[in-house]
């Protein structure tokens, strides 16, 4: 092999340790983490099958969030507004379509339609300023989306 040729493998094969040496784009550590955006069964409108549609969000940080004031909405601009709430450190909590009693690890939207569109949507989680901390977004599927 030529020094030239050496030269071109050796330029690439360090090209290619440095694709594969560079970090994947990080995800937030709080973060949706699934949508169960089509309830099973028919769209009925009771509330049980409004509260089978819901959204989830996972704290993976070291420490908990308070998420007051935080808003998840979709993109026709339907909003959900967090009350006084914070996701403990590893938690996840499920916002559900429907009305129920708030708990530590579901809230409820108490909305007495459909939120999300289960042939594609987007769900956008927002800080208190509005600006957008995580996205989610699903087209036309099996109506389960992994975040």
Same mark, same amino acid.
């Given at each position: 092999? $030529?020094? !030239?040729?050496?030269?071109?493998?050796?330029?690439?094969?360090? %090209?290619?340790?440095?694709?594969?040496?560079?970090?994947?784009?990080?995800?937030?550590?709080? !973060? %949706?983490?699934?949508?169960?955006?089509?309830?099973?069964?028919?769209?009925?409108? $009771?509330?049980?099958?409004?509260?089978?549609? #819901?959204?989830?969000?996972?704290?993976?940080?070291?420490?908990?969030?308070?998420?007051?004031? #935080? !808003?998840?909405?979709?993109?026709?601009?339907?909003?959900?507004? %967090? =009350? $006084? %709430?914070?996701?403990?450190?590893?938690?996840?909590? !499920?916002? &559900?379509?429907?009305?129920?009693?708030?708990?530590? /690890?579901?809230?409820?939207?108490?909305?007495? #339609?459909?939120?999300?569109?289960?042939?594609?949507?987007?769900?956008?989680?927002?800080? =208190?300023?509005?600006? /957008? &901390?995580?996205?989610?977004?699903?087209?036309?599927?099996?109506?389960?989306?992994?975040?």
């Amino acid at each position: 092999m $030529s020094a !030239r040729r050496i030269s071109i493998v050796a330029c690439l094969a360090g %090209f290619a340790l440095g694709l594969t040496a560079m970090p994947a784009q990080a995800q937030p550590a709080l !973060r %949706f983490t699934k949508a169960q955006y089509d309830s099973p069964g028919s769209d009925t409108g $009771s509330n049980s099958s409004l509260n089978a549609e #819901w959204i989830r969000i996972t704290n993976n940080r070291s420490t908990d969030v308070v998420l007051t004031d #935080w !808003r998840i909405k979709d993109r026709t601009g339907y909003t959900y507004t %967090f =009350p $006084s %709430f914070t996701l403990r450190k590893g938690d996840s909590v !499920r916002v &559900h379509t429907g009305s129920g009693s708030d708990s530590r /690890t579901d809230l409820y939207w108490d909305r007495d #339609w459909y939120v999300w569109n289960n042939t594609g949507d987007k769900a956008y989680l927002r800080k =208190p300023d509005r600006t /957008t &901390h995580d996205t989610c977004e699903w087209g036309n599927g099996s109506g389960v989306k992994y975040c």
